[in-house]
C-alpha cells in the first residue's frame, strides 16, 4: 500500500515538476524509472531516481532532525511516504554557512513556523526559504522533486 500510494504521488509531483518543465529545451529527454529501480531505491535512501535539465527527484529517509538548509534557486516539493516530522519553516538561520554556490546550512533555524508532517502529505518549499526536520518520530521517508 506505501509503495503504490508513492509510486502515485511520484508520478503526480514528477508530472506536474516535467509539465512544468516541458517548455524548456533543457527536458527533452523522456526518462522512466521502471518500479522495481524505484522500491530497491527506497530500501536505501538518500537516492537520485533522475536528474535532467532544471530538475532533481530523489527519495530520502530521516531518521534523526537533520541540519537547517536554503537553497538559492531550488525549490523543493515534498511527498512524505511514510512516517512522521517537524518540518520548520521560514525564520533565520544563525551559524550559517554557506555550503556551496547558492546552498546555506545551519544547525537550526530560530523564529520559524513548525509544521507537523505525515504520511501522504505534500508541501512545496520554495526557494530562498529556510526549512529543517527539527524532529522525527521514528523515522521519515519522502519523495523530493528539486526544481530550479
Request: zero cysteines; aromatic letters at 8%.
Amino acid at each position: 500500500m506505501i509503495f503504490k500510494g508513492a509510486v502515485l504521488l511520484f508520478m503526480l509531483a514528477g508530472g506536474i515538476a516535467i509539465g512544468y518543465l516541458a517548455a524548456s529545451p533543457q527536458a527533452s529527454d523522456f526518462t522512466l524509472v521502471p518500479a522495481a529501480d524505484v522500491t530497491a531505491k527506497l530500501a536505501t535512501p538518500p537516492a537520485r531516481l533522475m536528474q535532467s535539465g532544471n530538475y532533481n527527484v530523489m527519495v530520502m529517509r530521516r531518521v534523526a532532525a537533520g541540519t537547517a538548509e536554503w537553497h538559492e534557486k531550488d525549490t523543493d516539493v515534498v511527498y512524505v511516504i511514510d512516517g512522521a516530522a517537524t518540518l520548520v519553516t521560514g525564520g533565520t538561520m544563525p551559524d550559517v554557512k554557506t555550503t556551496e554556490p547558492g546552498e546555506q546550512r545551519s544547525p537550526t533555524i530560530a523564529g520559524g513556523a513548525a509544521h507537523h508532517i505525515a504520511k501522504g502529505d505534500v508541501m512545496t518549499i520554495p526557494n530562498g526559504m529556510p526549512h529543517w526536520f527539527s524532529a522525527v518520530e521514528g523515522s521519515v521517508t519522502y519523495f523530493v522533486v528539486k526544481v530550479r
